[in-house]
Structure formats: C-alpha cells, structure tokens
C-alpha cells in the first residue's frame, strides 16, 4: 500500500475498500473521531443506566463504522458486547466487554488522529 498506513490497522480491508486514496482516508478516520467516538462513550451512559434498548440500538449504530475505519479486529468484540446486550447477559460482564473494547479504542485512537492528519495533508 502507498500510503504506508500504521500496521495496526486493517490494511488488507483499507486498500481493498479505499485503494490508495488519502482523501476518502481522512474522511473516513476523521468520522470515525468526530462521530463514532462520541457515540461509544454514550454508549457507556446507557450500559451503566441499564438502558439495554438503547445501548443495542447504539452499538449496532456503530458496528460498520468500526470496518469502514479499518478496526476489524475491535468489530469482532463490538459483534460480541450486541450479542451479550440483546442476550440481557449480566450488567457488570456488559461494563467488562465495553471496557475492554475501549482499552482497545484508547489504542488505536491515537493511532487514528496521527493518520488522519497526516493524511489531510497529502
């Protein structure tokens, strides 16, 4: 790939779905940034206020977005937390499934605002 993307990321799904455009790149990570990730932290409200409706609803809001930025790895474990709230599995193991995405997220964000603005500049 020609853009020399961090390796944290999908690259295989990247240059399959985005080719070496950077700007479609920089639209989708900032998106991701801008929207998702404010949307992930509500989710978080919801899961502690036990609004399970509204937490499957928001998670399966995101889950493409996730793909889209090239996190298919953090998908598979967002596949999981929908799964174990529409399955009503215990509160304190929802908490654990989102907090352990969300190390995952503090990771990568980073990660994706480094690209992104290096990206915008391309």
Request: glycine share 2%.
């Amino acid at each position: 790939m020609a853009l020399q993307l961090n390796s944290a990321l999908d690259l295989d799904y990247i240059e399959q779905a985005y080719g070496d455009d950077p700007v479609i790149l920089y639209m989708i990570f900032d998106a991701f940034l801008s929207d998702s990730m404010p949307r992930w932290q509500t989710l978080h409200n919801t899961l502690e206020s036990n609004d399970l409706k509204e937490s499957a609803a928001i998670v399966h809001g995101l889950k493409p977005s996730f793909t889209m930025a090239g996190l298919t790895w953090v998908r598979t474990k967002v596949e999981v937390l929908e799964r174990a709230i529409r399955d009503n599995e215990d509160h304190e193991q929802l908490i654990k499934l989102y907090s352990d995405i969300s190390e995952d997220l503090d990771y990568v964000t980073p990660i994706l605002e480094q690209e992104s603005e290096r990206l915008k500049t391309a």
